[in-house]
């Protein structure tokens, strides 16, 4: 198995969420393939820690549905399924349309601002083929609504399908270059802008139901 090596990690004992986090983000760039075997030890090797918080990373990770594991065999890295992918855009643009309407009196013009210079930078990423400014340009979009829905169990809950959907935009990402999410933004931002909270939340819903599609 190649261990990434272009981001590094920190020598220091890593928490759980921490080891979690890395072997997931690693699956979703493609830097670890579908179909590619995960062995607890290199992992382990790679991130600095034993073995027990590896196991307990892969086993979120399978659950999340990024991670097949054949007990007494191998984990392989799930490969893409697409009625898994639909399931999770399905749940996505439910759970991001419920933090819209929670969170629409408190979208102020700042919060708008916040949204607009998110989905500035990125037009400028898929303008310029960078997938992972991209999307961290759509999540800080998202995450103004996000952090003003007073409901902290919603992002934990997106935190399972997110990453199914993300991964499929790293493997995809010329398709995802043409695609029509800046505009969408745009309908959004003038939502909020002018107090029109049921617009805001179908366009939210809508701009996730179509994602990587």
Not at 98 to 105: I, Y
């Amino acid at each position: 198995m190649p261990i990434p090596t272009d981001a590094p990690v920190p020598h220091r004992t890593l928490l759980r969420d921490d080891v979690y986090r890395a072997i997931r983000d690693a699956i979703v760039r493609g830097q670890l393939a579908p179909g590619e075997q995960l062995r607890d030890q290199e992992l382990g090797a790679w991130l600095q820690v034993s073995r027990t918080p590896v196991r307990e990373a892969l086993q979120r990770l399978s659950q999340a549905g990024l991670v097949v594991a054949q007990p007494g065999k191998m984990t392989r890295v799930a490969p893409e399924n697409p009625e898994l992918i639909r399931s999770a855009r399905q749940i996505a643009a439910e759970l991001h349309a419920l933090a819209m309407d929670l969170a629409f009196d408190r979208l102020d013009e700042e919060a708008a601002a916040e949204m607009g210079a998110a989905n500035a930078r990125l037009r400028r990423a898929l303008e310029s083929g960078d997938a992972e400014a991209a999307i961290a340009a759509d999540d800080d979009f998202h995450e103004t609504a996000l952090a003003r829905s007073g409901n902290p169990l919603i992002p934990d809950h997106l935190e399972v399908v997110t990453a199914t959907l993300r991964r499929t935009e790293y493997l995809h990402f010329d398709s995802v270059r043409g695609s029509a999410s800046p505009d969408q933004h745009v309908d959004i931002i003038a939502a909020v802008r002018s107090a029109d909270r049921a617009r805001a939340v179908a366009l939210t819903r809508e701009n996730w139901a179509a994602l990587a599609g």
